[in-house]
């Protein structure tokens, strides 16, 4: 982004990509012992898997809904629905926690700490001009196709000669932030590319809190991931968008 409201116009556009339609639904589901971060994973995950299946749906039955006004109808109704979840959860009589300072505390040095590696990733990205090696043109092609057709395409005319036959998570979630970030697919793609990436950090985090039930180990797993380890930060020279989505549900299902 050129200036710094580009960027907070992103980050909003992101949110309502990847966490707003998990969140509503788990709005409505009974609570568990899963801290923040836990939920804020599984609300990226079910964002993911809604809007692909959604997609699906709608090609099945012939609807055309990846266009900028339908979208924010549907924010809209995410919203209302997320809130009303929320309010209807809130308990009757509310107990302050007696530790709450320090564990609002530590949410906000774990978010701190996301936004740091979602940094780091664009960082790690910014000699690039367009997206790396082969697999970005046809990630890009996919992403175009979609904002063109309105929705999941049945071939690739009018560029290619073929049907479309190829996983389309990623692609559809991109077209999305497209319409509401008003970005190309090829400038979504390096953006948002590099939140997903940053992303798999937080999915193993809950599969190791999950695992160890410790927070420690599975923190300490996250930062190896997103700030050490050679992989996936290395899937950005290889434009490995569909992969990185899998890396991040994969976690999340096991």
């Given at each position: ?168 998570g990623f692609h559809l979630i991109a077209a999305l932030f497209s319409i ?75």
């Amino acid at each position: 982004p050129a200036t710094p409201v580009d960027a907070a116009w992103y980050i909003l556009a992101a949110l309502i990509v990847l966490v707003l339609p998990g969140a509503a639904w788990l709005a409505w589901v009974r609570g568990s012992r899963a801290d923040p971060f836990e939920r804020l994973g599984d609300a990226v995950g079910l964002s993911i898997a809604l809007i692909a299946l959604f997609g699906l749906a709608a090609f099945l039955t012939g609807v055309r809904w990846v266009n900028e006004a339908f979208l924010n109808w549907a924010a809209l109704g995410l919203l209302l629905v997320l809130v009303v979840g929320l309010l209807l959860r809130l308990p009757a009589r509310y107990a302050p926690h007696p530790r709450r300072w320090l564990r609002l505390g530590v949410v906000l040095l774990g978010l701190l700490v996301l936004v740091g590696l979602a940094l780091w990733r664009l960082y790690q990205a910014r000699s690039l001009a367009l997206p790396a090696w082969v697999d970005s043109v046809h990630h890009t092609l996919v992403v175009r196709l979609i904002l063109e057709n309105g929705g999941l395409p049945a071939t690739l005319e009018p560029y290619i000669q073929a049907e479309f036959g190829y996983h389309y998570g990623f692609h559809l979630i991109a077209a999305l932030f497209s319409i509401w970030a008003r970005s190309q697919p090829v400038e979504t793609l390096l953006w948002f590319g590099q939140v997903i990436n940053a992303l798999v950090a937080l999915s193993i985090y809950r599969l190791g809190k999950t695992l160890w039930d410790d927070a420690r180990p599975a923190a300490l797993a996250a930062l190896l991931v997103g700030f050490a380890f050679h992989m996936p930060a290395y899937y950005l020279t290889w434009g490995r968008y569909t992969l990185l989505t899998g890396l991040v549900l994969l976690p999340l299902a096991m």
